[in-house]
Every structure is written in C-alpha cells, then in structure tokens.
C-alpha cells in the first residue's frame, strides 16, 4: 500500500487514472500533485479527495499551481498536517476560509494567491497549532502584518510575506523584534 505519492514534476493527471492512484492506499501520509493538470471533471477530483484521503492519519497535501477551482473538501480531512495551496489560481478569497477548519495544520502555504488578509487573519486564528506561515506575493501594509502575528505568534516559528511598497522594512523588523 502507497503511503506516499508523489511527483517530482509536472504531470497530466486524467479523470480514469484516479480510482488507480487511490486504490492502492487509504491512509496517505504524503499526496503530492503540485504543478499537476487535471483534466476531468473538478467535482469527481474533489469527491476523490474527500473519500479517499480523509482517511489518513496525518497527511501532508501539496496542489501548488494546480487547476483545483474550491477547497470545500478541506473541511473532511481531519488530520491535514501540511497544505500547499501556492499558486492556485482559479481559487477565489472565499475558497480559503475552510481552510480554518483544519485544525491539526502546521505548515500553511498560500503564497502568490488572491487572498485577502483579513481571510488569512482569520484563517490563523482557527489552526491552534500553525508553525509555518508562507503568504508571500500577498503584499501586506504594517497593521496586516502584525494583525496576523498577533492571531499566531504563540506557536509560529517561520513566516515568509511580501511588504506593500509604503511599508518600511525597518519599521517590520523593529516591530517584530519588540513584541514577538
């Protein structure tokens, strides 16, 4: 049975190659399609996801830049360790918020998305135990910044962002340095 699976890189993954990938494994630790394209039906993708990784014990998902279009089946996997979601553009601000409903994450990447801060404010707020933290390309103004890290900085030990050009990088640091 496949506990990982993973490409290394990019990939065309057709609608009759998922009962194949998922028939071998009902508890993946690693399930890697970053830079992946799909060509079936998005919802059968989605029904895929939900019955047959919700089962995993911990699980890291990476989809970085692939065509996924929600992220409603986010809400079935219950022991998501690690997400990427970089780079997912057809995902709109909305599609982030369950997101918060994983609540064993740890590692949360959404870099180069169109994601509000607000939404990743209140994303941080719900994932008790988040580590890892990358938003960069979502260009962030001084209260952004430390809005978030008042919601996580308890238990972050990285955090990779991209300052809005009128924020000064000094102010950042200095802010970071006194108060996390």
């Excluded at 998005?42 to 029904?47: A, E, I, N, Q, T």
Aim: hydrophobic share 40%.
């Amino acid at each position: 049975m496949w506990r990982v699976f993973e490409f290394y890189w990019p990939q065309i993954i057709k609608e009759e190659d998922l009962p194949y990938i998922f028939r071998h494994s009902k508890s993946f630790r690693v399930f890697n399609i970053g830079y992946c394209t799909y060509t079936g039906c998005l919802s059968v993708l989605d029904y895929s996801f939900i019955s047959n990784l919700s089962c995993a014990r911990k699980l890291n998902l990476n989809l970085t830049r692939t065509s996924i279009s929600i992220t409603c089946f986010l809400q079935y996997l219950p022991n998501l360790e690690i997400l990427d979601l970089s780079e997912c553009d057809n995902l709109n601000d909305c599609d982030f918020h369950v997101v918060s409903q994983c609540h064993k994450l740890q590692n949360l990447y959404l870099s180069f998305n169109k994601v509000n801060p607000k939404t990743i404010k209140d994303i941080v707020s719900c994932i008790p135990q988040l580590e890892i933290l990358d938003i960069c390309g979502i260009f962030l103004k001084f209260f952004e910044v430390t809005s978030i890290l008042d919601q996580c900085y308890w238990t972050l030990m990285s955090i990779y962002l991209s300052l809005d050009s009128s924020v000064n990088e000094e102010d950042v640091h200095r802010e970071i340095h006194f108060n996390y």
